[in-house]
């Protein structure tokens, strides 16, 4: 059965949009959802970094920012890891035991350096909870592979045809399952 709904697309698709624009479509059904979502962060236009937005407290946390002195480094960002872990360390398990639904934005090398992230996405995933996560469709990493690959996992692509049109599907979808 399918559990694991993943959006799939390049950078600048349209991912998160779709994502945050699917939970609000449930949340004003009713629907409880809970997880993250990582937003970029602009300056002058410019995308200078990623922050980490828990669902429901909207509890914000710097993910990566080009400013950054230490952390690894994904391109021209550094990862704020303890930042990763403590926010994915309470925001996946909480979503599990509380939330109709589970969101994740995004899996992908940023949020890959929290040994917790990895962890917990693994229980999240496995969990009998339905979960609607971002995932870049040209992604390097292993790890990411193997999860598109599962067999409890849906892939959604989106494109400027689809972005328009998937939020309303995904919600009714995730409404008439739950």
């Known amino acids: 059965m399918v559990t694991n709904h993943l959006l799939t697309g390049p950078p600048k ?9 699917t939970v609000a479509r449930l949340e004003d059904a009713g629907v409880t959802v809970g997880g993250f979502y990582s937003p970029e962060r602009r300056r002058n236009g410019e995308r200078v970094g990623f ?7 909207d509890e914000r ?15 021209k960002y550094r990862v704020a890891v303890d930042a990763v872990d403590k926010l994915a360390g309470r925001a996946l398990p909480d979503a599990r035991a509380t939330a109709d639904l589970t969101v994740i934005d995004e899996i992908a090398a940023m949020q890959l350096h929290s040994d917790v992230f990895l962890d917990e996405l693994e ?8 979960v ?11 790890f990411v ?14 494109t ?14 995730f409404r008439n399952a739950l």
Do not use: F
């Open 13 to 21: 698709s349209g991912k998160t949009t779709t994502l945050r624009q």
């Open 51 to 57: 922050d980490l937005v828990e669902v429901g407290t």
């Open 61 to 75: 946390a710097t993910l990566a920012a080009v400013d950054r002195e230490r952390g690894p480094t994904v391109g």
């Open 123 to 130: 229980l999240t995933l496995e969990s009998d909870r339905p």
């Open 132 to 142: 609607l996560a971002a995932v870049q469709s040209d992604s390097s990493v292993e």
């Open 145 to 158: 592979d193997r999860i598109k690959q599962r067999r409890d996992v849906r892939l959604y692509r989106v």
């Open 160 to 173: 400027p045809e689809t972005r328009d049109e998937l939020p309303e599907r995904l919600a009714t979808r």
